[in-house]
């Protein structure tokens, strides 16, 4: 419902601004166009920090003295990341149990780096970006290749065999019986059949 609100305010200024600034760039004064938006953003920024405060005062958030959210991060980083944590991934296609593995460690993205995705690099040339004579470009990964490695986790089996899924999956430190077999199912050792 807020955002259906929100869409709706956005409209009548967006609408509104539209207007002034049509009627005034009849008159050709574009400079005068420019300030009547500055004005009116200006005005909506003051009346949105007004009533945030206003309700803010009314109804404060309360002072939390422990968080729930926080211990479930903690116990799920201890459980998790254990190199000899064994676990049970489901991957699912369309509402199909397409495979079932034993995990053995954790599961990864694999976008996660194990370095900086971003440097400092001197330009030569001044200011750039706030900052005296740098900028930010992106690093290359330790392989020296660029770009995003996809959308996808990985995970190494209990018999050390390399997965990597760009779909839906279940995850459980506890084994859970299927009611339906799996689509692919994966024989260790054996290669090329």
Request: net charge neutral; with cysteine; glycine share 6%.
């Amino acid at each position: 419902m807020k955002v259906n609100k929100k869409i709706i305010i956005l409209l009548s200024t967006f609408f509104f601004v539209l207007t002034v600034c049509t009627a005034i760039y009849a008159d050709n004064t574009f400079e005068q166009a420019a300030k009547a938006v500055s004005d009116i953003q200006a005005k909506d920024q003051q009346q949105t920090a007004e009533n945030f405060k206003r309700l803010y005062d009314a109804v404060p958030p309360p002072k939390m003295m422990d968080s729930q959210e926080r211990r479930q991060l903690v116990k799920r980083l201890e459980r998790f990341n254990v190199a000899t944590k064994i676990s049970y991934i489901y991957l699912i296609d369309r509402g199909q149990i397409m495979a079932f593995f034993t995990v053995k460690g954790k599961v990864s993205s694999v976008n996660s780096m194990l370095t900086c995705t971003n440097q400092l690099v001197y330009d030569g040339y001044g200011t750039s970006y706030g900052r005296t004579g740098v900028h930010v470009v992106d690093s290359p990964d330790l392989d020296g290749s660029y770009g995003s490695n996809g959308d996808a986790i990985f995970f190494f089996t209990d018999k050390d065999v390399y997965i990597e899924w760009n779909g839906k999956y279940l995850l459980c430190d506890q084994y859970i019986k299927l009611d339906q077999p799996p689509v692919l199912v994966l024989e260790a050792g054996k290669e090329g059949e």
